[in-house]
């Protein structure tokens, strides 16, 4: 697949898209409610990107914002993740996911930057994860909270359409598939993969695809 420019064109596709989309809630009780922001925005200028050539080239075309999670944490250290976290009290979870991004990454946008929400996804950990789909457009201007985030990250949507991806496993402590969705050489795994599985299939190949069957490795259930 072509690499994707940021433009309005792909911010209307893209709420178009999730405007036709059926969300599916989790309803499981005792679950605790998260949300995180997947927030549509440009690689930028002077990118680097490991194991992905010529990413410095790119820079305005649309991206994805991911963070590595700081190793001082004590849940989820140095995975890869989206802006996000559980709610407050009487929080919405699209309030949460705007407050969640500009505390990690210091982005602030308004609520009507807002296109959608995908599936929620119950992590191993007992939460029920919203991905709150957000647009950034181009220029948008990040500062990391150390105590959170280790790096932010502008990944090409391009980069999640790969022939290679989904990558699928099997483990013996279930029967669904582990999912990863590879970037460069390394790879992301479920949950955060799922999320971006689904916005790939959902927002960029106009495809009903539910995710919320898929595994997560081992390391991710802490």
């Known amino acids: 697949m072509q690499s994707i420019l940021c433009d309005e064109e792909l911010r209307a596709l893209i709420e178009q898209r999730l405007n036709k989309f059926k969300v599916e809630s989790a309803t499981q009780p005792g679950l605790r409610q ?28 649309a991206a994805l914002l991911l963070t590595r999670r700081a190793e001082s944490l004590r849940n989820h250290p140095g995975q890869w993740a989206f802006p996000g ?43 029920a994860m ?7 457009g181009s220029g948008l201007v990040t500062k990391a909270d150390p105590n959170e985030v280790a790096s932010v990250h502008r990944i090409p949507l391009s980069e999640f359409c790969r022939v290679d991806a989904p990558q699928l496993s099997y483990t013996d402590t279930s029967d669904h598939p582990v999912l990863r969705m590879p970037v460069g050489d390394d790879a992301i ?6 999320l971006i599985y689904q916005f790939r299939e959902v ?9 919320a069957h898929f595994e997560q490795p081992e390391f991710a259930w802490r």
């Not at 919203?130 to 950034?136: D, Q």
């Not at 795994?189 to 799922?194: H, L, S």
């Open 34 to 61: 998260a949300a995180v922001a997947i927030v549509v925005t440009d690689v930028g200028p002077g990118a680097d990107l490991p194991g992905i050539e010529d990413s410095r080239s790119w820079s305005d075309h």
């Open 85 to 127: 976290g559980r709610l407050e009290a009487g929080e919405t979870r699209v309030a949460a996911a705007l407050r969640e991004m500009k505390e990690e990454v210091g982005v602030q946008l308004p609520e009507s930057n807002v296109l959608g929400c995908l599936d929620d996804f119950v992590t191993r950990s007992g939460f």
């Open 130 to 136: 919203t991905p709150v789909v957000v647009w950034g």
């Open 189 to 194: 795994a479920a949950p955060t993969a799922a």
């Open 203 to 211: 927002c960029l190949f106009d495809q009903q695809t539910r995710v």
